[in-house]
């Protein structure tokens, strides 16, 4: 025997054979409001309804027209040819060091052994080692010169220190600070000159002026290379009267001898 409660005051309740019809007619799973659900179960229902409202599945037909496909067909669109994928080579491939190999690098066998004519030892003499830090800190010249370098000395680099040395003999109207140093310097480091925006074109050198070293600048100055010249014939005229007094003398003591 089924036992109709009317909590509501519904006067059709007394005919009706089922109490929910369907669930449309589920009026209890909502509250007096009929807004919050009144189960977990319920919420969790509503919530994915309205998820696949808000997302629009964009649906494509199978008669859709592909576009560029049909550019590229009728000739408006140039075909453009992918780029293969490159394919690793087989000595690529073989060059990659296995587990092996990297353990055998540190090994004595290597190729040319056996034409050694005594087996190298692994360990270092206290000597040798010295040898080599003593090489690796001639290197630099220190921390507290901010690591400068030896770098190597080739004929150009030689012949610019050796106008720097001689740079008050360059300009006579110029006063030089005199060098403490006769030798080339061992430790030094090229650098390059930037204009300042600030100096005027005038004071800048050309392009046809830049050259690779501060000799190959000299011999191009047309100023430098005249008074290189007038100072040049000076020198050889000196010499001349000095050969010229010696050779006088040189005669004077024979004939002196000779009496």
Not at 174 to 198: E, R, T
């Amino acid at each position: 025997m089924d036992i109709i409660v009317d909590t509501k005051g519904q006067a059709n309740l007394k005919d009706k054979e089922q109490l929910i019809e369907s669930d449309d007619d589920d009026q209890d799973k909502f509250d007096s409001s009929g807004t919050e659900p009144l189960s977990i179960f319920t919420t969790k229902l509503v919530q994915e309804v309205e998820c696949k409202k808000s997302k629009k599945t964009k649906k494509t037909s199978s008669n859709d027209i592909d576009i560029d496909q049909f550019e590229r067909d009728m000739g408006w669109k140039s075909v453009t040819k992918q780029p293969s994928k490159k394919v690793a080579d087989v000595k690529t491939l073989t060059k990659e060091l296995t587990p092996i190999d990297k353990v055998l690098q540190k090994s004595a066998l290597k190729p040319g052994f056996e034409q050694l004519e005594s087996v190298p030892s692994l360990q270092e003499s206290q000597r040798r080692l010295q040898a080599k830090r003593r090489a690796e800190r001639e290197k630099t010249k220190g921390k507290e010169w901010f690591n400068l370098p030896a770098p190597e000395l080739t004929d150009e680099i030689k012949h610019d220190l050796q106008v720097i040395q001689m740079r008050s003999v360059l300009d006579p109207k110029h006063f030089y600070k005199k060098n403490d140093l006769k030798a080339l310097p061992k430790y030094f480091q090229i650098g390059k000159v930037v204009d300042s925006p600030v100096d005027y074109y005038s004071s800048r050198l050309t392009k046809k002026e830049r050259k690779n070293t501060i000799v190959e600048e000299l011999m191009a100055d047309a100023q430098f290379a005249k008074y290189n010249k007038r100072k040049y014939k000076e020198i050889i005229e000196e010499k001349k009267k000095l050969h010229y007094r010696a050779h006088k003398h040189a005669k004077r003591l024979k004939k002196g001898k000779k009496k």
